[in-house]
């Protein structure tokens, strides 16, 4: 595109909240055939909420609280910060009032699987069933039942052992953004298709797939992971824009043809990406590969 071209084009963005950063950026947007969506902040609304809470094995619920309380206190994941929340609130309405033991020691983060440490002489794990698996906690019909219900009404469950014991869960639900399906649709009647990728697991990642009409979808990725899958993607000869809020897909950002930041929220993201969604609205990606087809139609 000419320089006026550019200038015009990213100008016209800019007054719509979309930011284009530089030339490459608007002519690589008309190009994408495939749009590659984060889940998590990206197509929900970022903000998760426990609907219910069980308990599996004898523990009282007041300790199974404090311990939870304890460990994910540490955390910095949206999901640990709705879990606390919760396990205050229960253990309140149950009449405690005392003190929490919140002393943690060995503390430790475990990326997109959850947290563990030692309260007391108990040793505690709260996280998805990938990290039961990796510390060989064994999970009963019980447990598989309640992870397998909740995971197709599309909620991501917290699992808590205690001494290497499935003590409890959390039920999680963070839900879909009302305008994310017809995004979808939009850019189905533009000739593009689209994909998730989470770090989530594949049974939470599918309901939320189905629900905004999503129809692949990768799961369980890391950060890199989801780099990964956009290469895969590139080989396979098509060009891919990145849908993210930043939060754990900045290397996707990076990867992608088209990087797209949504929320002007996460320095990273606005540090990755080739475009700015300012207004945080996903029909924006739609807006910003209009914009780019219209400049560079009008350029041939
Ligand atoms: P996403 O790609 O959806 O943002 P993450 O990579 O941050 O997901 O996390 C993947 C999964 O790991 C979460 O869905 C959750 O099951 C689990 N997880 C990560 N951190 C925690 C935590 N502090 N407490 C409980 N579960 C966690
Ligand atoms: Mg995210």
Same mark, same amino acid.
């Given at each position: 595109?000419? *320089?006026?071209?550019?200038?015009?084009?990213?100008?016209?963005?800019?007054?719509?909240?979309?930011?284009? #950063?530089?030339?490459?950026?608007?002519?690589?947007?008309?190009?994408?055939?495939?749009?590659? $969506?984060?889940?998590?902040?990206?197509?929900? @609304? %970022?903000?998760?909420?426990? @609907?219910?809470?069980?308990?599996?094995?004898?523990?009282?619920?007041?300790?199974?609280?404090?311990?939870?309380?304890?460990?994910?206190?540490?955390?910095?994941?949206?999901?640990? /910060?709705?879990? @606390?929340?919760?396990? #205050?609130?229960?253990?309140?309405?149950? %009449?405690?009032?005392?003190?929490? $033991?919140?002393?943690?020691?060995? $503390?430790?983060?475990?990326?997109?699987?959850?947290?563990?440490? /030692?309260? =007391?002489?108990?040793?505690?794990?709260?996280?998805?069933?990938?990290?039961?698996?990796?510390?060989?906690? *064994?999970?009963?019909?019980?447990?598989?039942?309640?992870?397998?219900?909740?995971?197709?009404?599309?909620?991501?469950? @917290?699992?808590?052992?205690?001494?290497?014991?499935?003590?409890?869960? $959390?039920?999680?639900?963070?839900?879909?953004? *009302? %305008?994310?399906?017809?995004?979808?649709?939009?850019?189905?009647?533009?000739?593009?298709?689209?994909?998730?990728?989470?770090?989530?697991?594949?049974?939470?990642?599918?309901?939320?797939?189905?629900?905004?009409?999503?129809? #692949?979808?990768?799961?369980?990725?890391? *950060?890199?992971? /989801?780099?990964? #899958?956009?290469?895969?993607?590139?080989?396979?000869?098509?060009?891919?824009?990145?849908?993210?809020? %930043?939060?754990?897909?900045?290397?996707?950002?990076?990867?992608?043809?088209?990087?797209?930041?949504?929320?002007? =929220?996460?320095?990273?993201?606005?540090?990755?990406?080739?475009?700015?969604?300012?207004?945080?609205?996903?029909?924006?990606?739609?807006?910003?590969?209009?914009?780019?087809? /219209?400049?560079?139609?009008?350029?041939?």
């Amino acid at each position: 595109a000419t *320089p006026t071209a550019v200038m015009v084009a990213t100008g016209k963005g800019a007054s719509l909240g979309v930011l284009i #950063k530089g030339g490459n950026a608007l002519e690589n947007a008309h190009k994408v055939k495939t749009v590659v $969506f984060d889940k998590t902040g990206t197509l929900t @609304v %970022g903000k998760p909420a426990v @609907v219910s809470a069980v308990l599996f094995s004898d523990v009282s619920m007041e300790d199974f609280c404090d311990m939870t309380i304890a460990a994910e206190t540490n955390s910095e994941h949206p999901i640990a /910060k709705a879990v @606390v929340e919760h396990a #205050k609130m229960f253990r309140q309405n149950n %009449g405690s009032h005392n003190d929490l $033991f919140t002393e943690v020691k060995d $503390f430790k983060v475990h990326p997109g699987a959850g947290v563990s440490g /030692k309260i =007391g002489e108990r040793a505690i794990l709260v996280g998805n069933k990938r990290l039961m698996h990796l510390s060989s906690v *064994p999970l009963g019909i019980e447990v598989d039942k309640y992870v397998s219900e909740n995971e197709n009404l599309a909620r991501t469950c @917290v699992l808590v052992a205690i001494e290497g014991r499935a003590a409890g869960a $959390f039920a999680v639900t963070d839900p879909v953004k *009302p %305008g994310a399906a017809l995004v979808i649709s939009h850019l189905r009647s533009m000739g593009i298709s689209s994909v998730m990728v989470t770090g989530d697991n594949l049974s939470t990642a599918t309901a939320i797939a189905n629900q905004v009409g999503i129809d #692949k979808v990768f799961a369980e990725t890391d *950060p890199l992971g /989801k780099a990964d #899958k956009i290469k895969e993607l590139q080989l396979q000869g098509t060009s891919v824009a990145m849908v993210g809020d %930043g939060i754990n897909d900045s290397p996707a950002l990076v990867a992608a043809d088209v990087g797209m930041a949504i929320g002007a =929220g996460t320095d990273v993201a606005i540090e990755a990406a080739d475009i700015v969604l300012m207004k945080s609205n996903l029909e924006d990606v739609v807006t910003a590969i209009d914009l780019s087809r /219209k400049t560079m139609s009008r350029i041939r």
